[in-house]
Structure formats: structure tokens, C-alpha cells
């Protein structure tokens, strides 16, 4: 397998938790890794790890448009890396926008895909995570580009979840084919004509609630990226809010220890480091979007999952399940 | 002050809950209750409330065009007795747009409001609730709906949470004013003018993030109602996710009693019956809109709440706060 390329510069840890979590992946999981990134930062820390120099950074703050000008930073550098067949896949816990376009950039898009996607995995206590797409890549959709966001959610939560005919959502604001903005009307008639989905072996179980996305009646939801990142956030500064009152209120108790030991499982499942991140799905190779708040841990988890996408040939399966628009 | 009238047809738990919660809301609230519904499923369960005769009951999954066919409906029925003067507001648990398709159809909009919205109080631990809005009564929207819903918005929290410059925040997927869909982006550019909230005595702080919702840092925050429809069902749906697993994971444990005590303060601060409803701000009388699992106790907070919004005179301040478009 030909290294995973990670972005030694990104993510609020970096490069300190990433050059670590680089180490461990080789270590722990026998992947082969190169790092990319400057060589003032990282070079004292990467141990025998490979470095692929690039002078530049963007930040967490920069505009995607960026990569466009910095075309020796550590992001582009990365993408460059994948499509030049130097590297496997791209892994990065920067800026988001700024990540997706350098895959764009420099990866292309699979023939056929209108728009990438960005595929989040979203924890479900009990069972597979539902696979929710897009994420916030693109604010503003049309319904064909809807359509094949399902067909490639559907590849990704079989080869990465082993579902084998996963079921796909369309989020709404109620069950009925009538209810919904006119994107997701118009998008609901695309996915109920069962060509749609017939190449990515899915099925498409109509429109899903909000209140569907962390239950297991659903696989894949999709939606826009403007609607998918409101989605999306609002469950993490929930869950947030929830989780912190939930430690707070059973510390100052006396039996603190034993409770907080019992809910250590479930925080587990919740715990975004230990998802392995988001896919950007739709362009030409594999490219993993970590947290920016990422851990080594999560960096670990993050090459694991890049793979599993590399041996699954998830970009091919791709390739063949998207019908073009 | 005017009965307030209570839908008795409304709700997952009608009439029994919603009867049983009219009558303790007129022993412990000392406000006086109207019930409207049908005499035959009501007769028997009133006591001595007075009851406004309405021979017929839109379905939970009725469509809400069904107000302008059942004009003898409670929920119809309900609407009129507020707007011919026989009650200072209404309270339903019933199917939620047609309850607000009978306060439209029947109290109309107060003057210059383009488009009525759903406010809803998301709770925020250790805080006052934020309110969301559009909860879901506009699909779609236009940028001088949002400025409208932002001024509303802003009354109510400050008459229902006594706020004394309520924080308002455009619902975004980044803080920067540069992004969003063009309805955000349009939507900042009107509340970004100082004219915008002057009347409402509020503040805008820029756009926040579905993260945000849950915090301190914002107490109105203005969508459209599909979004906002989408966010709240997405929180409500975590939550219950993450309760659900927290109640399972203790309850196995030794300590299950003391631990499950301690956590009781924070499950009311999140119960939905605590809240009091959502009210559908700017039509021409008080509307509570509460959740159709209502409990008994939901419907004396419902009544609780009507209460405080007639008596803090909120109609007339929303028509002085808004601006026409």
C-alpha cells in the first residue's frame, strides 16, 4: 500500500498530536505514513516517519480560496501527493473548506459527481453510526447533486459500516412526500424512482426527521451541506451542553466514581476522536477530514479508516454507483 | 382577565391529560379555563369548567388546510373565541399546523407581519432557554421575514425570560457574514443595520452556529423554519438519545439510585412538559403551541405561560416592535 499522506499542520493540536498520532498509526496499525508539512516544525518530532516539505500553512481561519495561492501548503501539498500516486490517501484535521478544495483542486472529481460531499459519521448508541451527508460542503444544492450524495453515502456506510443494503433518508420536516422546501420535494421524487439508487444497492425509506438521525431507522441521511452542518453542529453543542451538566451533577455526588465508571462506554461512543472522521466523497482518492480538536488518538483512528477505504476501493465503488447527472 | 382557551381534542394524551391539566391550571394558577371540544368525549371529565361545544377534531396527521373544511373543529373553534372576544388566548397539543392555520385563519396577523412564526424555548442548562424561531411554520422564507421573526423574537424572550437586550443570532454554518446561503446572507446584510432592532431593544451579534444554540452566548436565535424545524427535532432526537443510554447505563449500576437522583434537576430543566410550549408569534391574539405528547402538568405550564404573555400586554408590543416590510 502506498503511504497516507498527513497533513502535519492541521487542527488545533498540530503539530504536536498529529506527529504522534502519525507515529502510532505506523506503529499500532503497520501502515505506512508520510508526513507533510515544514520541516522547522515537525522535522525534531517525526522520528524516522517520513517528511514531504511544504513551507506554507493555511489556517483554521483562511478562506478555501486559499490553496489556490498557497500552493506549497501542507494541504495541497497532501492532495498533490495522492494524485501524483505518491500517497494512498489524504488525512487532515485543518480547515475544512480549505481541505475540500485542495482535493478538488488537485484530486479532481470522480467522472460523473457534480459536487463532493462531506459524509459524517454520526454516533448512535447501540448501533452503526448514521452516515450523514452532506455535512457542509455545499451551502446551496441542486436536487440531481442530492441524488448522487445518496448514491455515494450508501457505498460508504457498506464498506465502511458493513450494511448491506443501507437505507437512505431524505431530512425533512415530516414523513410525507409533500412536506419539505422545494429542494427536498423535488429531490424526493429523484430518490423514489428506484433507479436512483439501484447501482449503489440502497433503498430509500422516504423522508427522515431531525429526530431520526441518532436512532438505527436509518442509514444514510441526506440533505444539503447548509442544512447538514446546522444538523450537524446543533447535535455536537447538544450533546456538549448534555454531557458536561451530566458530569457535573454526578461529581458532586458521593457515589461519583462508580457512576461516571458506567458511563465511560457510552462517552466512548459519543467521543468524536474515536469516529475516525468525515469523508469527502466524490473526488478522484481517498481524503479523510479529522476534527480540528483532534487528538493523536483520533489521527490514529483517522489513518484506520483511510484503510479501510484504500482496501475496500471505496473511490471505484464510487465511480460505479454514481449515475451521472 | 378572559378565559384562556384550552383545545380538550388536542394531543397524543386527549382528552384525558389535556382536561385534567385545564382543571388544575384553574385550581393552582387561579386563571380562569375554557375548554373546547366535543361534549361527548369532554361531558363526562370537565367538572365544572365551562366547555365551548366544537362537533369536530382535526387529526394529528391532518393536513392543515382541513381548518378552512372544519369550521366546527376545536381547533377552529378555539381560534374564534379569541378573536370575537370570548378568550384572551389559546393552548393546544394538537397537530401544529393546523393550529396555526386557525389562529391565522381566524385572529389574523397583526399589522405589517409578513409571515406568523413559531417560537420555541430550547433549554439551556444553568442558563434561560434560547429561543428558536422559525421553529417550523415557514419552509420557506425571505430575508425580511427573518429581520421580522428577529424582532419578534426578541420580545418575546425578553417578556417571557425578562431579558433586558436580548442577543439575537442569525443561524449560520460560520460566523463570518460571508457565509451561508443567499437567504443568510441577505437576511445579515438587514440585521446588521442598527434601524433593524431598534424598536425591539435587541442586539445583533452576527451569525452563530447550530453549537451555540445550547450555550449562554446568544437568547434568540432566527431561521428559517425548515432549519430551524430540522435543528430542533435533530436536539430533541440526541437528547432523548443520550438520556435514553445514560438512564440504561446507571440503572445496571449499584449506585443507580443516588446517581439517577442526582441527574432529576437537569431532566427538568430538559423536559419538554417544563417548557410551557412554543408560541406562534404574530398573529393577532396569544397562541401556545405545546408538544402533542402534553402531560397534564405541560398544559399548566401552557396555561402559565399564556398567562404571563397576555398580561405582559405581548401582541400590542409585537405590533409596536415590528417593522412593516
Avoid at 25 to 54: I, S, T
Avoid at 113 to 125: D, E, F, G, W
Avoid at 165 to 192: D, F, Q, W, Y
Avoid at 290 to 319: D, F, P, Y
Wanted: one cysteine or more.
Amino acid at each position: 500500500m502506498l503511504p497516507i499522506a498527513i497533513d502535519a499542520m492541521g487542527g488545533d493540536n498540530a503539530p504536536g498530536a498529529i506527529v504522534e498520532g502519525a507515529q502510532r498509526a505506523a506503529a499500532e496499525l503497520g501502515v505506512p505514513v508520510v508526513l507533510v508539512g515544514r520541516p522547522d516544525a515537525v522535522d525534531a518530532l517525526r522520528g524516522d516517519l517520513e517528511l514531504v516539505a511544504a513551507s506554507q500553512v493555511i489556517g483554521m481561519g483562511d478562506d478555501a480560496g486559499a490553496v489556490r495561492t498557497m500552493k506549497d501548503s501542507s494541504l495541497v501539498r497532501a492532495a498533490e501527493a495522492v494524485r501524483d500516486g505518491r500517497a494512498s490517501a489524504m488525512v487532515s484535521a485543518g480547515n475544512t473548506g480549505a481541505t475540500m478544495a485542495s482535493a478538488l483542486l488537485r484530486m479532481g472529481r470522480i467522472k460523473g459527481v457534480s459536487r463532493p460531499a462531506i459524509a459524517t459519521p454520526i454516533p448512535v448508541p447501540g448501533s452503526t453510526p448514521t452516515v450523514l451527508l452532506d455535512a457542509g460542503a455545499n451551502a446551496e444544492c441542486q436536487p440531481a447533486w442530492l441524488a448522487q450524495f445518496a448514491q455515494m453515502g450508501a457505498i460508504f456506510a457498506r464498506e465502511r459500516y458493513g450494511i448491506a443494503e443501507p437505507r437512505v433518508g431524505l431530512l425533512s420536516i415530516g414523513e410525507e412526500s409533500s412536506k419539505g422546501n422545494p429542494l427536498v420535494k423535488e429531490t424526493h421524487v429523484l430518490l423514489a424512482d428506484p433507479a436512483t439508487l439501484q447501482r449503489s444497492g440502497a433503498r430509500f425509506v422516504g423522508n427522515v426527521e431531525g429526530r431520526d438521525i441518532m436512532t438505527d431507522t436509518v442509514d444514510v441521511v441526506v440533505t444539503d451541506g447548509f442544512t447538514g452542518n446546522v444538523a450537524l453542529k446543533t447535535l455536537e453543542g447538544g450533546m456538549r451542553a448534555l454531557v458536561r451538566s451530566v458530569l457535573d451533577a454526578l461529581s458532586a455526588t458521593a457515589v461519583a466514581e462508580e457512576a461516571l465508571g458506567a458511563l465511560m462506554p457510552l462517552y466512548a461512543t459519543l467521543d468524536p476522536d474515536g469516529t475516525g472522521g468525515a469523508m469527502l466523497l466524490g473526488v478522484d482518492g481517498v481524503c479523510i477530514i479529522s476534527h480540528g480538536s483532534s487528538s493523536a488518538t483520533a489521527i490514529v483512528n483517522a489513518a484506520r479508516v483511510a484503510r479501510e477505504m484504500i482496501e475496500a476501493g471505496v473511490v471505484e465503488r464510487l465511480r460505479a454507483a454514481v449515475a451521472p447527472v
